[in-house]
């Protein structure tokens, strides 16, 4: 049954509605990408891979064969038959691999080989693609791909981070492109930071927050476009009544970052519809966001969220999926393209 809840003034988002979805699978989805208002993918645990082309009355399941040790944290759909799908975990168990028939045939596109580095995120803007790894050797690892996560080439001077900080493969939004095409990299632990690129991408500069962070299980966990600037979400995964949140702006050749109210909880995932309406997930519930204020929009957890064509897609624990949809609805935010010490 839907769930649905009017939200207060200003009414970016009159109301949105909640649809839970059969999805056929009971692992923790924490990868989700949208491609329009009918085809999505998911990922998760147990080499899981899902794909639906009937706006999620149907969830086909087009795992990746031999794969049940792998947790796909995060994937990035193209069309109904493209996307890439990244795993986490130490070592080789860090992946990338690649489909391009609709999830017949996957094709391993990135093998780690580095038993310090650990795979976290990555975000795609056409055939272009960033990845981001825990630190190795006081850098966190950024690998690019020109031809659609084919091919990665890790970079040297990626951003620096302080002992005990890291980034959190939560949701698959530890790292987003900016509205001025950058790379934005958000981390916790020792930091809870914004780690922005210039439009290079070789330089790097970090901007603390006022968010939560602790290590090793606190900070933030996913930023997302909100208009001209970043929305940042986050708390604390060992205390799940404990959110934060914050919005990056970039005014006049000078960023700022502004603290905004908490959610009402730990979020692990954010979306924005507009530049003023937002929806963050998190396993204790859903919120949305009008302006600053937040709204609680149902009590069922959630790990990772992404909206295409004013349509939101979430997924979560036990297979949980949920389309998303807001009235009137608001023009998409594209593109949105977390194991930190203490992998959550």
Not at 86 to 97: C, F, K, Q, T
Not at 240 to 254: H, K, N
Request: hydrophobic share 40%.
């Amino acid at each position: 049954m839907a769930a649905a809840l009017a939200l207060a003034a200003p009414v970016a988002i009159a109301q949105v509605q909640v649809t839970p979805q059969d999805s056929g699978v009971q692992v923790r989805l924490r990868g989700i990408s949208a491609v329009d208002a009918h085809t999505a993918w998911a990922s998760g645990r147990e080499g899981t891979v899902l794909r639906t082309v009937d706006g999620g009355a149907h969830w086909a399941n087009v795992s990746v064969p031999d794969a049940k040790a792998l947790d796909f944290r995060d994937i990035e759909a193209f069309d109904a038959n493209t996307a890439v799908v990244l795993s986490i975990g130490p070592g080789d168990a860090s992946r990338v691999y690649r489909t391009d028939d609709a999830g017949k045939t996957w094709t391993l596109a990135l093998e780690n080989d580095d038993e310090r580095a650990f795979f976290d995120c990555m975000v795609f803007d056409g055939q272009r693609g960033w990845m981001v790894g825990d630190p190795v050797d006081g850098h966190y690892q950024v690998r690019t791909t020109t031809d659609g996560g084919r091919s990665w080439a890790l970079q040297p001077g990626g951003p620096a981070a302080l002992k005990d900080e890291a980034a959190f493969a939560a949701s698959g939004t530890c790292i987003a492109r900016t509205p001025n095409n950058a790379s934005l990299v958000v981390s916790g632990g020792a930091a809870a930071r914004a780690h922005l690129s210039d439009a290079s991408g070789r330089a790097w500069t970090a901007y603390a927050t006022e968010m939560t962070q602790r290590i090793p299980a606190a900070g933030i966990f996913s930023a997302a476009t909100m208009g001209e600037g970043m929305l940042l979400v986050g708390g604390d995964f060992e205390h799940d009544t404990v959110g934060s949140a914050a919005r990056v702006r970039f005014d006049a050749r000078r960023v700022s970052v502004e603290s905004l109210p908490a959610p009402r909880g730990y979020r692990s995932g954010a979306a924005c519809f507009d530049a003023t309406s937002c929806i963050a997930v998190g396993p204790t519930g859903i919120d949305g966001l009008n302006g600053k204020a937040w709204r609680a929009v149902a009590d069922t957890g959630y790990d990772a969220i992404d909206i295409a064509d004013g349509v939101a897609w979430t997924s979560g624990d036990k297979g949980r999926i949920a389309r998303i949809t807001s009235s009137p609805g608001p023009s998409p935010s594209k593109p949105r393209p977390a194991p930190s010490p203490s992998k959550p």
